[in-house]
């Protein structure tokens, strides 16, 4: 199994599922969120609709539709109100209920972006530490995931993630 950063944009993969860090009416919005829904079309909210919606912390999963990878996994993550509020273990469920999704589905190939690190506003660095090691601790269980992307938008986000998995 191989955890690595990847710089770019996360609508243009080809790998199993990319991960949506959503909102929790799945129904689009900005940031990633926004991108994914315009790179996968319509439909995608159309399917969305009858989803009935997702908690923060959980994961669900819908086909990609126009993207280049066969599906999304929506997650939604804690809006940061200092850290005192759950705001790191509802982070690390989303990895955790992606990733169990993932293997449940039998796919192989998964890239995340930063979750909850946009308008959310969760720390970069906090973020990124809690990603690596809920994808670290989850991979062990994993029969099916190979690989796994942690998606950096930009120079910065790819740095600390490669920073972090060297370490």
Same mark, same amino acid.
């Given at each position: ?6 710089r ?11 991960? *949506?860090?959503a *909102? ?18 319509p439909?995608?909210?159309?399917y ?18 126009? $993207?280049?990878?066969?599906?999304i ?11 005192a509020?759950?705001?790191?273990e ?6 955790? *209920? ?8 039998? $796919?192989?190939s $998964?890239?995340?972006?930063a ?48 920073? $972090?998995?060297?370490?």
């Amino acid at each position: 199994m191989t955890l690595r950063a990847w710089r770019g944009d996360i609508t243009a993969l080809a790998v199993d599922a990319v991960v *949506n860090a959503a *909102n929790s009416s799945l129904l689009g919005g900005g940031g990633v969120d926004g991108a994914i829904h315009r790179a996968a079309g319509p439909q995608l909210r159309e399917y969305c609709s009858k989803l009935g919606g997702c908690a923060v912390g959980e994961a669900r999963l819908s086909p990609g539709f126009g $993207l280049p990878a066969r599906y999304i996994i929506h997650t939604v993550g804690p809006i940061w109100r200092g850290g005192a509020q759950g705001e790191p273990e509802q982070l690390a469920a989303c990895y955790r *209920n992606s990733l169990a999704l993932a293997e449940q589905h039998q $796919l192989q190939s $998964l890239a995340f972006p930063a979750i909850s690190c946009g308008i959310y506003g969760y720390p970069l660095e906090a973020a990124a530490r809690i990603a690596v090691s809920e994808l670290r601790s989850g991979l062990g269980a994993a029969a099916h995931v190979r690989e796994v992307l942690l998606v950096g938008f930009s120079a910065e986000q790819d740095e600390l993630y490669r920073r $972090l998995l060297d370490a």
